[in-house]
C-alpha cells in the first residue's frame, strides 16, 4: 500500500478557489442588499411586502457566507500541514525508498532487488531485464502470479550468458498472463536513494539514484 506523507493534494489552487469563492460571495451579498433595500423603500403601502420572505433569504445567504468561510480557515490549515510536511520529506534524501518505475539501479559488483506487483490473478509470469535501448540481458521465469502483493526478484548483476555488467539503470519489463492467455496488468517497483526533492503547487517529487523521479504519496516502503 502506498504512503503519503507529505500530502499531494494541489493547496495553492484550492486556496485560490476559496479566496475567489469569498469574493464572489461578498459581491452577490452587497447587490442582494442593495435590492432588498430597493424593494422595501418603493413598496406599495396599502399592499406591504412579506417581511419574513427577506428574512428568509438574508438567513440562508449568510449561512452560504459563514460554509466559505470554515473552508477558507480549513485550507489554510492544510496549506501549513502540507508545508511543515514538506521539510519533513527532507529527511528522506540520502535514505533508499520503493516506489513504482521502470528503471532499476545496478551497482558495481551487486545485486538489485526488483519487484512487481500484478492487478489480478496469473498463471504465467516472467520479467526481464533490458538496457536502454532495449536489448535483453536476462530473464526470470516462473515467478508468483498472486495478485496484490509486492513480489521481489533478485538480480545478481549477470546477464544471460553469466557475465557482470556494469553499474548504471537498468529496465525491468514483466509479463504476466492467467490460465485463459488474457494478459494481467503489473506494476514493476524498485529500491532507489533519494538524491533530491522538490515541491511545487503542493506536491513533493523525489529525484532518485537511477535518474527518474517519483511523487512522494507514491512510496512503497522507507529504508
Not at 427577506?54 to 438567513?59: G, H, R, T
Request: proline share 3%; glycine share 10%; hydrophobic share 40%.
Amino acid at each position: 500500500m502506498a504512503i503519503d506523507p507529505f500530502g499531494t493534494g494541489n493547496v495553492t489552487g484550492a486556496g485560490t478557489t476559496a479566496s475567489s469563492s469569498m469574493s464572489q460571495l461578498s459581491e452577490d451579498y452587497e447587490s442582494f442588499i442593495t435590492l432588498l433595500t430597493a424593494q422595501i423603500q418603493n413598496q406599495n403601502p396599502l399592499e406591504p411586502m412579506d417581511s419574513t420572505t427577506f428574512i428568509s433569504q438574508l438567513a440562508q445567504l449568510s449561512q452560504v457566507e459563514q460554509s466559505v468561510a470554515v473552508n477558507d480557515n480549513l485550507e489554510g490549515i492544510s496549506s501549513q500541514l502540507s508545508s511543515m510536511s514538506a521539510i519533513a520529506g527532507l529527511n528522506l534524501i540520502g535514505r533508499s525508498v520503493v516506489a513504482p518505475t521502470e528503471q532499476l539501479a545496478l551497482e558495481a559488483g551487486g545485486a538489485a532487488v526488483a519487484s512487481y506487483r500484478l492487478a489480478g490473478e496469473a498463471s504465467n509470469v516472467s520479467m526481464s531485464i533490458v538496457s536502454a535501448d532495449g536489448t535483453l540481458l536476462r530473464s526470470f521465469d516462473g515467478l508468483s502470479g498472486s495478485a496484490g502483493e509486492l513480489h521481489n526478484v533478485t538480480w545478481d548483476g549477470m546477464d544471460y550468458e553469466g557475465l557482470p555488467l556494469p553499474e548504471g539503470s537498468y529496465y525491468m519489463v514483466v509479463s504476466a498472463s492467467d490460465a485463459a492467455g488474457n494478459s494481467v496488468p503489473a506494476q514493476t517497483y524498485a529500491a532507489s536513494r533519494v538524491t533530491g526533492m522538490t515541491y511545487e503547487n503542493g506536491l513533493a517529487t523525489l529525484q532518485m539514484a537511477h535518474g527518474g523521479t517519483t511523487l512522494a504519496g507514491l512510496i512503497e516502503e522507507i529504508r
